[in-house]
């Protein structure tokens, strides 16, 4: 065996960076990756934003000082569509900054098929002239190809910066977190913050538009389905209502920001705004009921929707004790038990069985039985066993003529779930975390994030899922969403905010655990990590001032109605 030769060389000069496809690049040291990317992938059919390195979202504009690996991270990704939405943002407020500088625009919530609703502070409202005159100053960014760059500062300074500005939330936010550098963005001599990474030149965002609307603007961008196309505009009138109730609850809690919570924690004034919240979504289930109890001549059936992790079981629970509270006698009914055999479940276009999709449940037995319940028919229901993978009988059902019929699951503003029962008879809610409380005016936090923290703390809890495996699994569930639930959710009668402004002071210190646990290097790691970057402004609040009849029970445990039926 010949002996290992170890002899001094000079530092080396050059790098390259390895695709995913196994092409090969070298540049000297210090190169950016837009210049790798701008060589390999010279007409990608959509814009390349970041790149994935061992585990990590890389920028860029970062520079390659080694070796790498890298796989490109384009707009059809989760990833990707949040830098460019994150991108577009920065330009619109350089924009206003520069034409109206008293105005200050909040990035409010997201609308249905893509886009932001924003606000304007400091001034009126903009006029549709102004909103051309502002994306006409945003397209000639762009059209500049305008450098992003990003520098690190204290946490202190970057206080100070935003004060300086008039960026009260982000300075807020600042001042009551421990000290740590954080990375600001610069762009035409205006420094912000966005937690999460972001596009290094301003060329490639060409797709985004704005609209005039009652009250602010709707920032118009793609969706990752089709992320070069912006969709047509469409009125969500329930959807946008929910949120506008949602902003008047802040307003009566104090707490527009996570810095604002976070200040209230500080003050120990959490069991106030605990108190609160629940009372303000216990009136919202109580309007419900007393709109369903207006209208029991006609209606028997209750169909109640929603995605993962909305708190679905606990809202109709609680709904149920509201109903009975009016003299009304609910009967639950669960839409699982119906699935069909496991044999003839769907599949979905990978193959896998899809037991989201609308024909994974026997809709002729379900829909058979609705109808004879509904009659005063005794039937016997079936009780699927999720063992097996097969439907058994169940247990005897007959009701009284004054009954309503209540079933949780996700089809059920599906038409096509109930086509036998008359349209007059059902009442449609859509259950979700519609609105959340955002870091500061320019930094949002997705509901879907809550909806996946919620999931995440779950499911370590009660199925022993790690977080890796709940994230490694949330792709599919999203898009079980996508064609299951969202297409639909302007069908119900009512929609039914699930969000509790104080949830992530709750769910922090629980899921933070999980998160760090997730194996690095991983697909996994990266969203874990961008779910700890926004965690990190959150002050944790200690679970016992939740009440047990809490939605967010459903989730952290403890709920007082677990076992409650009726």
């Known amino acids: 065996m010949e002996k290992t030769v170890v002899r001094a060389a000079q530092p080396r000069t050059m790098v390259q960076v390895r695709f995913a496809d196994g092409r090969t690049y070298e540049a000297p040291v210090g190169t950016p990756y837009g210049e790798y990317v701008r060589v390999a992938f010279p007409k990608p059919p959509c814009p390349i934003v970041a790149l994935q390195v061992d585990g990590a979202v890389a920028e860029l504009g970062d520079p390659v000082t080694r070796d790498v690996t890298a796989t490109p991270i384009d707009m059809t990704t989760g990833d990707g569509i949040r830098i460019y939405q994150r991108a577009v943002t920065f330009v619109l407020v350089v924009a206003v900054r520069e034409l109206f500088p008293e105005a200050r625009v909040m990035i409010d919530f997201a609308v249905a098929l893509g886009g932001f609703f924003c606000q304007v502070y400091g001034r009126a409202p903009f006029t549709p002239a102004e909103l051309s005159a502002i994306e006409e100053r945003m397209r000639a960014i762009v059209e500049a190809d305008e450098p992003i760059r990003k520098e690190s500062t204290g946490m202190a300074e970057a206080a100070q910066l935003f004060a300086a500005q008039g960026y009260d939330d982000k300075a807020r936010l600042m001042s009551g977190c421990e000290p740590c550098d954080i990375v600001v963005y610069e762009l035409r001599g205006v420094k912000d913050y966005f937690y999460g990474s972001m596009v290094s030149s301003t060329g490639a965002l060409r797709w985004f538009g704005l609209r005039h609307c009652p009250d602010g603007f709707i920032l118009r961008l793609p969706r990752r389905q089709n992320p070069t196309v912006l969709p047509r505009h469409r009125e969500f009138p329930k959807l946008t209502r929910v949120f506008r109730d949602y902003g008047d609850w802040l307003d009566i809690l104090g707490v527009p920001d ?4 976070n200040a209230a924690i500080a003050r120990d004034e959490m069991r106030r705004i605990v108190l609160v919240s629940e009372a303000l979504q216990e009136k919202q ?20 929707a929603g995605p993962s992790s909305s708190g679905k079981t606990t809202s109709a629970r609680r709904l149920g004790i509201q109903l009975m509270a009016n003299g009304l006698r609910p009967a639950a009914l669960g839409l699982d038990d119906y699935f069909v055999d496991r044999s003839r479940t769907p599949r979905d276009a990978e193959g896998n069985l899809d037991f989201e999709a609308l024909h994974a449940v026997d809709l002729a037995l379900f ?4 109808l004879a319940l509904m009659a005063g028919e005794r039937v016997r229901v079936p009780r699927f066993n999720f063992h097996l993978g097969r439907g058994e009988p169940g247990h005897e059902m007959q009701l009284p003529s004054d009954a309503i019929i209540v079933v949780e699951g996700i089809h059920g503003l599906n038409p096509d779930l109930v086509p036998n029962i008359p349209p007059e008879s059902i009442y449609r809610i859509y259950i979700s975390a519609l609105a959340q409380l955002n870091i500061d005016h320019h930094n949002r936090v997705p509901t879907t994030d809550s909806r996946l923290l919620r999931r995440i703390v779950r499911d370590a809890r009660d199925r022993g899922y790690s977080a890796q495996g709940t994230i490694e699994r949330w792709e599919s569930v999203r898009r079980g969403e996508e064609n299951n639930i969202f297409p639909y959710q ?19 210190p629980l899921a933070e655990p999980l998160l760090l646990g997730v194996s690095s290097g991983t697909p996994a790691a990266i969203e874990a990590r961008r779910l700890l970057s926004f965690l990190r402004w959150v002050r944790p609040c200690s679970a016992d001032l939740v009440p047990g009849n809490s939605l967010l029970r459903e989730f952290i445990g403890g709920s007082t109605l677990k076992d409650f039926h009726f």
């Open 258 to 261: 996570i810095g604002a919570l």
């Open 285 to 304: 289930i109580a309007e419900i009921a007393a709109d369903i109890t207006a209208q029991k001549e006609r209606v028997r059936l209750v169909l109640i």
């Open 367 to 370: 829909n058979e039985q609705l």
């Open 490 to 508: 302007e069908n119900a009668d009512v929609m039914f905010n699930s969000a509790l402004a104080y949830e992530l002071a709750v769910l922090k």
